[in-house]
């Protein structure tokens, strides 16, 4: 989709824009996301430095724009699939990531949006990993 098309699109469809702690790398995405989820896998809370990610799924026509500069590492997920993540390089936060089993599909972290009326996860991937005092509620579908 050509930037003109995106942008046309953008104004007439809710953009909302995630950023890193800095400010320095910006994610815009239109529309409202297919999913939310968290997940408490071992990898996921490395990459987030705390119990659980929390993250937005997008389709990739929904990315407005990316903007600041930014680099990506990937890994291995418990699935065997690699994810690619994508960080500022000057305060480190995660800001989105795409990956092997999210085929056309951008992961946003959440976080990011500072919006207190984002919409909770409707699932927590790898229960069995989460930390004790984590109760995600009996709205979350638990997946192991």
């Given at each position: ?30 529309g409202e ?31 407005v724009?990316?903007?600041?500069e930014?680099?990506t ?6 699935a ?15 800001v989105?990531?795409?990956g092997?089993?999210?085929?056309g ?13 984002f919409?909770?996860p ?16 009996p ?6």
């Amino acid at each position: 989709m050509d930037s003109a098309t995106t942008m046309e699109r953008a104004a007439k469809i809710k953009t909302r824009t995630a950023r890193c702690g800095c400010g320095g790398l910006a994610i815009t995405v239109a529309g409202e996301p297919r999913s939310v989820y968290a997940c408490a896998c071992l990898e996921c809370q490395r990459a987030t430095g705390t119990a659980f990610s929390y993250r937005a799924v997008f389709a990739d026509d929904a990315v407005v724009s990316v903007e600041g500069e930014r680099r990506t590492w990937q890994r291995t997920g418990d699935a065997g699939r690699w994810v690619e993540q994508t960080f500022c390089p000057s305060c480190g936060a995660l800001v989105f990531m795409t990956g092997e089993g999210l085929p056309g599909a951008v992961s946003v972290s959440v976080g990011g949006f500072t919006d207190p009326d984002f919409a909770p996860p409707s699932t927590l991937h790898r229960a069995r990993r989460k930390h004790r005092w984590f109760d995600p509620g009996p709205q979350t579908r638990i997946s192991e």
